[in-house]
C-alpha cells in the first residue's frame, strides 16, 4: 500500500515559527491544500524536484512556503496572481490557496486577472474587418499584431507601436478581440494592410493564427516577396530604441527564430516569451509553424494558455529542429527568470537595448523605478513617453469587501 507522503520535521518546525497560531493550524491548512481542486501534489512534485528529492509532503511544502507567491499549488493557481490581484491577502502574509479556499472563493475574488477583463463592450463599437492598399516590400518582412481594448477606442500607444513596427515590415495584419468604433478605422491607413475587430475569446494566440492564415491567403508570405514573419501583441509599449537595431543585431546571430526575452525560470522550461516573435525563411518553408498555429483553439484559463502555447510553441518548433535565441541574453532570463520583464526593465533597457516595456510592469505597481523607467523612455521616445497613461490607482480592497457585504455576498 502507498503511504501518503508525511511533513518532514523543517516544515513542521518553520512553519510553527512563523505562524502565531501553532501546529493545529498549520495541520488545517495542509487539509485545506489537499482537498483543493487547484492543488495537483504530483504536478507540484514534477515542478519542485527539491521537494521530491527531500521525501517531503507537497501539501505541507505549500503551506509552508507558498504564502509569498513563489510557489504556485498546480498548474492553473498562481500564487504571486492572486497575491497581486489581492493585495490585502498579500499584506496579512495568508496562503494564497489557503485564503482562496477559506474566504475568495466565497467572496468572489479574482484568480486571474483573466476574470478582471471588461467583458461588456460599448454600444456603437461594431465588429468589422477592412482591407487596406498595400506598399511595395522593402524590408521582405509581415507583421501579425494581436490586440485587445474593450474600451473599443485604439489607444494612442498602440498608434506608435504601429508606426514602429511599420519601419521594418512591409505590411502589418492587424487582429483585435474586440469590436470597435468605426471613426477609429481611419486611424490605421498607411499602418496596416488588414484591421479586423472579431470577438473569438482565444487571447493573442488565436489572433496570431488568424492572422497567420490572412497572410498566406493574401499571398504575403510567398518567398518571392518575404523573408521574415513577425508576431507581436500589445501587452507592450513600444518602440523605445527603433526596433531596426534589434533586427540589426539579430542579423548577426544565427538561429531559426527568435524573440526579444525568454523565459527561463518560472515554468520550469526555456521558452521565448509570446509578446514578440520573429521566424526566418526555413521556418516559413516548414511545416512546424502552420502545423502549430493551426491548432490553435479557445482556452479558458490563461495557465493553460500559457503552457500549451507559450512554452509549447517554442517546445514544438525546437523538436522540428529549428534553433532560437533572443535580444536579450538567454543568460541574463535564466538569471532573473519571469520577473526580468517585469521587475528588471531598466537594466533590460540601458544595459541590453530592450525596445519594448511590458504594459503590466508599468500599470501594476511592478516596477520600483518607474519614473526612472519613464524618464529612459522619454529621452529616447518622446512620443511614445507621452501616450503612456499614468497608473491605476491601486485597488481598495477593502471598499471591495463592503460592497460585497452590503450585497449579501458574505
Not at 76 to 83: I, Q, R, V
Not at 236 to 247: D, H, K, T
Not at 293 to 301: D, N, P
Not at 352 to 360: A, S, T, Y
Request: contains cysteine.
Amino acid at each position: 500500500m502507498t503511504m501518503p507522503f508525511q511533513p518532514f520535521a523543517p516544515f513542521r518546525l518553520l512553519a510553527r515559527l512563523l505562524r502565531r497560531d501553532g501546529p493545529d493550524a498549520f495541520a488545517r491548512d495542509i487539509e485545506t491544500i489537499r482537498a483543493s481542486e487547484w492543488f495537483d501534489a504530483e504536478w507540484y512534485l514534477r515542478k519542485y524536484p527539491e521537494v521530491r528529492r527531500s521525501g517531503g509532503d507537497p501539501a505541507a511544502h505549500y503551506a509552508a512556503f507558498g504564502k509569498d507567491g513563489r510557489f504556485d499549488p498546480g498548474p492553473w493557481f498562481s500564487s504571486a496572481e492572486y497575491l497581486r490581484l489581492n493585495d490585502d491577502v498579500r499584506i496579512s502574509g495568508d496562503n494564497p490557496l489557503v485564503h482562496f479556499e477559506r474566504c475568495g472563493r466565497a467572496e468572489g475574488r479574482p484568480i486571474s486577472a483573466l476574470q478582471l477583463r471588461e467583458t461588456k463592450f460599448p454600444d456603437g463599437a461594431v465588429e468589422t474587418e477592412r482591407v487596406f492598399p498595400s506598399a511595395p516590400p522593402r524590408h521582405r518582412r509581415v507583421a501579425v499584431f494581436a490586440a485587445f481594448f474593450p474600451a473599443g477606442r485604439i489607444p494612442e500607444t498602440t498608434l506608435c507601436y504601429l508606426r514602429g513596427l511599420r519601419e521594418v515590415a512591409d505590411d502589418i495584419l492587424f487582429y483585435a478581440n474586440c469590436p470597435v468604433f468605426p471613426d477609429e478605422l481611419a486611424k490605421l491607413g498607411g499602418l496596416v494592410r488588414v484591421a479586423a475587430f472579431r470577438v473569438h475569446g482565444g487571447h493573442d494566440f488565436l489572433s496570431y493564427r488568424l492572422g497567420f492564415e490572412k497572410a498566406r491567403e493574401l499571398g504575403l508570405l510567398d518567398a518571392s516577396r518575404t523573408d521574415e514573419l513577425i508576431l507581436a501583441n500589445d501587452s507592450c509599449y513600444a518602440p523605445v530604441f527603433p526596433l531596426s537595431e534589434s533586427f540589426a543585431k539579430m542579423a548577426r546571430r544565427p538561429c531559426d527564430f527568435w524573440g526579444m526575452t525568454a523565459n527561463a525560470g518560472a515554468y520550469r522550461a526555456e521558452h521565448v516569451q509570446s509578446f514578440f516573435f520573429v521566424f526566418r525563411r526555413q521556418v516559413l518553408d516548414g511545416a512546424a509553424l502552420g502545423q502549430f498555429l493551426g491548432g490553435i483553439e479557445v482556452l479558458g484559463s490563461r495557465w493553460e494558455v500559457v503552457r500549451r502555447y507559450e512554452i509549447g510553441f517554442t517546445a514544438a518548433l525546437a523538436k522540428a529542429g529549428y534553433t532560437w535565441d533572443t535580444l536579450v541574453p538567454r543568460s541574463f532570463a535564466a538569471e532573473h527568470g519571469g520577473s526580468m520583464a517585469m521587475r528588471h526593465v531598466l537594466e533590460t533597457l540601458s544595459r541590453h537595448g530592450m525596445p519594448l516595456v511590458k504594459v503590466k510592469a508599468l500599470d501594476s505597481y511592478m516596477v520600483d523605478d518607474r519614473d526612472a523607467v519613464l524618464a529612459f523612455i522619454r529621452a529616447r521616445n518622446p512620443e511614445l513617453a507621452a501616450a503612456i497613461p499614468p497608473p491605476p490607482p491601486p485597488v481598495d480592497y477593502a471598499a471591495v469587501r463592503r460592497l460585497l457585504e452590503q450585497s449579501g455576498n458574505k
